[in-house]
């Protein structure tokens, strides 16, 4: 990994900081300061270029990296896939390091698991949020799937739906469907169609965050560079889903308030799943054309209310 190892040789110019001399309690667990002190050093060989010495997201290499690197001192993570927008469990920091995030400069970072074991712990010593004894959210497990091989087909159906419909996820993400199949889509899932839409409806709009930013949400179709950041597997976008973005706009879906609860989640799942894997592709070059080509849209006149007065 020669990217890694020129960002090592730009981190030996650093000098070490006050080392640990205590154990430190972090979200319930006590860390001897043997670990925390390997941790720092190591940090500070493979992640201080980036995220800083004093882990704010300001080292030498950050400067015009968008996203920015994470300021650790903020204690709010993206990726997660915890439940109530809590701190990230360990496996879940080894996951985006491993991983990396895709159309970011965190690349999956190739460090030996005991090291990676030892920065972890030190990067919960970089903000005070990780000394509460709950601050680490319990994880989102996705049930069996209840769709399916056999029925995929029906699930990015119903995920598309409600994707246009009931979750109104195009009101930050791009639209993906006619005025005509939104409309329907609202009239379905709602019991009132939109009539009122976004001026670049196809476009994902661009969001505030708390990490001092603002943040283009992915396109999942049409935008070659701005692609989903971690997983894209079913089970991954199942708990992206019901985690959220945490500080940055993505809600959180609790699956109780979709009127199939669980199997809506996949449905959404198996959707952002068929749109990723059908960048690129000739099918979605014609939709494309054929979104930019559709007819004006009028919706149909709704009928009076019951109760309404003349
Ligand atoms: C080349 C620059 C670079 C290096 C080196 C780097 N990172 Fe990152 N890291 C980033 C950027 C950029 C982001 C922000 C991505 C985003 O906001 O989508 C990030 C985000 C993160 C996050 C936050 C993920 C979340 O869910 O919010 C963690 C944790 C992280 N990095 C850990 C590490 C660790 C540990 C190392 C060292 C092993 C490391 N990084 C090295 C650039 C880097
Ligand atoms: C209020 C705005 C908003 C709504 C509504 C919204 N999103 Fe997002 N979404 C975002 C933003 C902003 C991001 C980018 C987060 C980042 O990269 O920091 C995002 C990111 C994502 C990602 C990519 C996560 C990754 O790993 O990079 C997926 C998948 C996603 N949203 C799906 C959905 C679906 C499906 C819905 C509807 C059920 C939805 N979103 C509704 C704002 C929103």
């Not at 903000?127 to 091989?149: Q, R, T």
């Not at 990490?211 to 950041?229: A, C, H, Q, T, W």
């Amino acid at each position: 990994m020669r990217r890694l190892f020129i960002l090592v040789a730009l981190s030996t110019a650093c000098r070490e900081p006050q080392q640990f001399k205590e154990p430190v309690k972090l979200a319930g667990r006590v860390v001897d300061a043997e670990t925390l002190n390997r941790g720092r050093h190591e940090y500070m060989q493979y992640c201080r270029a980036c995220h800083g010495d004093h882990g704010d997201g300001k080292g030498p290499a950050a400067p015009g990296l968008r996203p920015p690197p994470r300021d650790f001192t903020q204690g709010s993570y993206k990726f997660a896939w915890v439940l109530d927008q809590k701190l990230p469990r360990d496996e879940d920091l080894v996951r985006i390091v491993r991983n990396g995030l895709h159309g970011t400069a965190m690349l999956g970072w190739d460090v030996p698991d005991s090291t990676l074991a030892d920065i972890i712990q030190y990067l919960k010593t970089l903000s005070p949020k990780w000394k509460e004894d709950d601050a680490v959210g319990d994880p989102v497990v996705p049930p069996p799937d209840p769709w399916g091989d056999v029925r995929q087909s029906e699930a990015v159906a119903r995920g598309r739906l409600l994707y246009h419909g009931f979750a109104q996820c195009l009101g930050c993400h791009a639209a993906y469907a006619s005025k005509q199949e939104i409309y329907d889509a609202g009239k379905a899932t709602l019991g009132t169609g939109t009539t009122d839409f976004r001026d670049a409806m196809y476009l994902p709009e661009i969001k505030d965050s708390e990490y001092g930013v603002k943040i283009l949400p992915p396109d999942f179709l049409f935008n070659e560079l701005r692609s989903v950041r971690s997983g894209t597997e079913l089970e991954d976008l199942y708990r992206l889903l019901v985690a959220g973005v945490t500080g940055a706009a993505m809600p959180a879906w609790n699956p109780v308030t979709l009127p199939n609860k669980e199997a809506d989640i996949y449905a959404l799942a198996y959707y952002v799943r068929a749109l990723v894997r059908m960048k690129g592709t000739p099918a979605a070059e014609e939709l494309h054309r054929a979104l930019a080509a559709q007819a004006g849209f009028t919706p149909p006149p709704e009928p009076p209310a019951a109760d309404a007065k003349p």
